[in-house]
């Protein structure tokens, strides 16, 4: 009774009689417990119901009135599809007068015989309104059923469809006719299996409710997937009556689940595919290869140098980069082979087909002189250069993991041998890369053991005259021989490792100093030290530099650090500040390998140099490429403009000494005077040169 509430006043009666003491006593009745609206004439009656607003929600009404009869006021109500739905409780005269009516059978809902008791009269409008109300409440789930977005079935206790709405009918394509007393199964489109359908069942029949996915298939053959709601309705002994099934089409959520998987799937920066799927794919692809008796090359992408760009210029123009990458390369491949992005700078590019080898030989050469072309992004023109690695499946590995391995080392090699060119995993290189692995243990051990020295490669000025040396670390390893420090500089880097040996470096340089200090001919001699970004950072560093210039007693002006133009743009201020501390107390500051990074001339001007190194890149082919002339003597102009020294290091002929010196170069260094030596070997070579 909830929604068609019987007490309160919105259940409106309306009575209809010409006598006022007749209607009297149907309001004395009635008027606690309804609110009433009285009519003394069949039309006033009908007048009044014209009100849409106030309807009544039954009609008590006397048969015979003059002018228009009970009857005529009845028939006239069913007739009207307004009016049709109200029920009418007839009052007639006597008994006989029932009988008669029950022959004209109009459609009353109930008859009273005057004279009506006050009691009897209650309980039949409170029935009917009852009646009425659930009535109503059939009427609305008719409504609901027919007019549902969701599609409605219900099935017998045999579970044969007994009815379909018209949302059905429509997701599925049949027509009610085609589906009745049909199993239900001949929706199912075959997806689901027979334990999935066991579960549903057991989980109707013991919880009497089932909700869960699953596949149809369309009239025309189509499918599609659907979130069915099934539930149990039972009988007042417990027994199964109906199963009520809704469901609707959830295609288009599963559309942006797709999306969501995409998402999932893809890098969000390149649009590329992400490790997940290249993990999925690779493993169809191997799966495929295998049957096809076909093989795969994985390479391995990696861009050089690209966290000098990302620490230089930042990182929205990395992202670009990488973007314009992605780009290039998705140009460089067919279309069914794939291109992945791993994360930073690596891609990974999987080929298939029977000559793979030379297939991925092509396109690993055809990658690196694409990327090779100049990016322009913003106003910056970027150049960068790819190391590719490539193995082949199954000939190097038949594990995905492996073959990705591989795929790495060989492009760690690429990378080695100068970067911008491609290799193919070889077998020995898995014993190369354990070797790293296992250096990177014995790095940690490698200061105790002291088996760290420092060689000593001359610096001299334009006439010949000794300035002094760069200290360079080598690395004597108990087995190896030898060690250069392009190979464990950068693993020590890695694990901080290089802190220590940094500090190792300057002990040495400093002691170094003060023996040459002590000795008339080599007093005025200057030591470079290379300091790596990550030492140089430390909060301390310049009380660290200080300590050991005082506890050694050196000249501070004696000292000059090396740093690195990809250190510059970290914190530049806390760079600038450490410097000029560093600068105050005598230490001077030489930029090593200027020219091979993005640094901007803004921030040069503000850093204490006394001067640029001039990288050996430069020098290598002065011989031959004007270009490099040409910058070797900007760089060398720019100097002197900035009141800098300008050393050339890497100096290996005499033709590269002529170019530079011819171009106003002052200083230095190279295997054309000496290689990096032995402190005993460097003073011998000293005390030559003075001769
Ligand atoms: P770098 O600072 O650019 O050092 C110059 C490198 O060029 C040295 O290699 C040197 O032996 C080499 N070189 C000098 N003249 C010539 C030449 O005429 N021709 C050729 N082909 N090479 C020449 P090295 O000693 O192997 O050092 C490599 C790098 O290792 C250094 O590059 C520096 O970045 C790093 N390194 C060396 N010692 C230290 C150190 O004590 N601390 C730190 N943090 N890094 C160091
Ligand atoms: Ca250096
Ligand atoms: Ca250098």
Request: a negative charge; one cysteine or more.
């Amino acid at each position: 009774m909830n929604d068609f509430t019987l007490n309160g006043q919105q259940n409106l009666i309306l009575l209809v009689d010409d006598l006022a003491t007749n209607l009297h006593v149907l309001v004395s009745a009635l008027k606690t417990d309804f609110r009433l609206k009285t009519a003394t004439s069949g039309a006033s009656a009908l007048m009044l119901m014209e009100n849409k607003a106030e309807l009544p929600k039954i009609l008590i009404l006397d048969v015979k009135m003059p002018g228009m009869s009970g009857i005529e006021v009845l028939s006239k109500m069913r007739n009207d599809p307004r009016l049709c739905d109200i029920p009418v409780i007839l009052v007639s005269a006597d008994a006989s007068e029932k009988n008669e009516l029950d022959g004209l059978n109009l459609g009353a809902d109930d008859y009273l015989v005057k004279p009506i008791s006050a009691n009897t009269l209650i309980v039949r409008v409170q029935n009917l309104i009852q009646r009425n109300a659930e009535r109503s409440k059939l009427r609305l789930a008719s409504y609901v059923f027919n007019y549902s977005g969701e599609a409605i079935m219900i099935t017998d206790s045999n579970n044969r469809i007994l009815d379909v709405n018209s949302s059905f009918c429509k997701m599925t394509g049949y027509d009610k006719a085609q589906v009745l007393c049909k199993n239900p199964s001949i929706l199912s489109a075959g997806r689901n299996t027979k334990e999935e359908y066991r579960v549903m069942w057991d989980t109707i029949l013991t919880e009497g409710y089932w909700q869960g996915e699953i596949w149809d298939k369309r009239r025309d053959g189509t499918t599609y997937p659907k979130m069915l709601t099934i539930s149990v309705v039972r009988d007042r002994t417990g027994g199964i009556e109906f199963y009520l099934a809704s469901f609707v089409d959830i295609s288009r959520y599963k559309d942006a689940e797709k999306r969501i998987k995409h998402l999932a799937h893809h890098d969000s920066l390149t649009e590329l595919p992400n490790r997940l799927h290249l993990q999925v794919f690779l493993e169809q692809t191997m799966y495929i290869a295998q049957r096809k008796s076909e093989r795969l090359a994985v390479m391995f992408l990696d861009l050089d140098r690209f966290k000098n760009i990302n620490d230089t210029l930042g990182h929205p123009i990395g992202d670009t980069l990488l973007i314009q990458v992605a780009t290039r390369l998705k140009r460089c491949m067919r279309t069914y082979d794939m291109v992945a992005r791993l994360g930073g700078d690596e891609f990974v590019v999987v080929m298939r087909g029977r000559d793979v080898d030379s297939a991925a030989a092509k396109v690993a050469a055809k990658i690196n002189q694409y990327l090779s072309e100049p990016f322009l992004i913003g106003t910056h023109t970027l150049r960068v250069s790819t190391s590719i690695g490539i193995a082949i499946y199954p000939d190097n590995a038949e594990k995905i993991d492996d073959l990705m391995k591989n795929a790495d080392t060989a492009m760690y090699f690429a990378k080695e041998d100068g970067g911008n060119t491609f290799r193919f995993f070889l077998a020995d290189m898995n014993k190369h890369a354990y070797e790293k692995l296992s250096m990177e243990n014995q790095l940690y051990v490698a200061l105790e053991r002291k088996e760290f020295q420092l060689y000593y490669q001359l610096q001299l000025d334009d006439k010949g005259k000794p300035l002094g040396a760069e200290a360079l670390i080598r690395w004597i390893h108990p087995e190896r021989g030898m060690v250069s420090p392009m190979m464990f500089i950068p693993l020590a880097e890695e694990f901080g490792l290089i802190l220590q040996i940094g500090h190792w470096v300057l002990e040495q340089a400093c002691a170094q100093i003060k023996n040459w200090q002590e000795n008339e001919l080599t007093r005025h001699l200057i030591l470079a030290v290379n300091v790596s970004a990550r030492q140089f950072c430390l909060p301390d560093f310049s009380q660290e530099v200080q300590q050991i210039v005082l506890k050694h007693g050196i000249n501070p002006a004696l000292l000059k650090l090396e740093i690195t133009e990809s250190l510059l743009l970290k914190n530049i201020e806390d760079i600038i500040s450490t410097m000029n501390e560093l600068r105050l107390f005598g230490i001077q500051f030489s930029l090593d390998d200027f020219g091979t990074g993005y640094s901007c001339l803004q921030y040069l001007k503000r850093l204490p140099l006394n001067q640029l190194k001039i990288d050996k890149s430069f020098i290598n082919d002065l011989a031959t490429d004007a270009n490099d002339v040409a910058i070797v003597r900007t760089i060398i102009n720019m100097a002197k403009n900035m009141n800098l020294d300008v050393i050339a290091e890497g100096v290996e002929t005499e033709k590269q000494r002529a170019i530079l010196l011819s171009n106003g170069c002052t200083h230095f260094q190279g295997y054309l005077f000496s290689k990096p030596v032995p402190i005993e070997v460097f003073e011998i070579l000293l005390k030559k040169l003075e001769a």
